[in-house]
């Protein structure tokens, strides 16, 4: 079946405890991409890659990081998470082309206390 | 310029109603509004979309409707069912590069039966 797949799907943590958000993708797409969606603001787009290695900032893409090391995988990571980072987080892939259909993952709904 | 701003914030119809939810947007450089329909504890997936040079889009008993003088685009529902309940939000993008998604709020939809 073709898949996002996110995990873990639910996440507490403290301030500061450094957390990775896994999310993988078997349709072998060039591009992927990682959101929040926070209530009255729609889906903001954190980062995005076009390709292995390469990885560029989105709208708010401060107190994140990610990598693309192999096509189908791509990481984000919080490397001092605050409260304001909690929020429901989507990763999605899309095949290279004009306006392809994005498919986004189940979410992460991470809580930093 | 970049943003999509979408109403109603929340929708209450009846089954059989035709539901209606508005999209305006600045930049007339977007070339791409799909609409994507979320499911409580899913990922967003894509339900239908329109390019500019046409002014009304159906699939099935969804209906995209478009007006580029406006910069305005629309959803309707036709014949809504308790099962159509979900969050729907629509998006915008241009082309060029990643083809980014700019998402508006988004709108909760509840058909009672």
């Known amino acids: 079946e073709a898949q996002v797949t996110q995990n873990p799907r639910y996440l507490i943590t403290v301030t500061g405890k450094k957390l990775t958000v896994t999310c993988s993708q078997n349709m072998n797409h060039e591009y992927m991409s990682w959101y929040r969606q926070d209530p009255g603001l729609g889906l903001r787009q954190i980062y995005y890659s076009m390709n292995v290695e390469v990885t560029d900032k989105g709208d708010v893409p401060e107190g994140y990081k990610v990598s693309r090391k192999e096509k189908r995988n791509f990481p984000l990571i919080l490397e001092s998470p605050s409260p304001n980072q909690t929020s429901l987080y989507f990763c999605a892939s899309k095949p290279r082309g004009m306006n392809t259909e994005a498919f986004f993952g189940q979410g992460t709904r991470l809580t930093v206390v | ?113």
């Open chain 2, 1 to 113: 310029q970049q943003q999509v701003k979408q109403s109603p914030q929340s929708l209450i119809v009846q089954k059989g109603g035709i539901p209606i939810i508005n999209c305006a947007y600045e930049n007339t450089a977007f070339d791409y509004f799909p609409w994507y329909q979320q499911f409580p504890g899913k990922g967003p997936a894509l339900l239908i979309a329109i390019r500019p040079d046409v002014s009304e889009k159906k699939e099935g008993r969804f209906t995209i409707s478009f007006n580029k003088s406006a910069k305005q685009f629309s959803l309707h529902i036709m014949d809504s069912q308790p099962g159509d309940s979900a969050t729907y939000f629509c998006a915008a993008s241009m082309a060029g590069g990643y083809n980014k998604l700019i998402f508006g709020a988004g709108t909760r939809l509840a058909v009672h039966p």
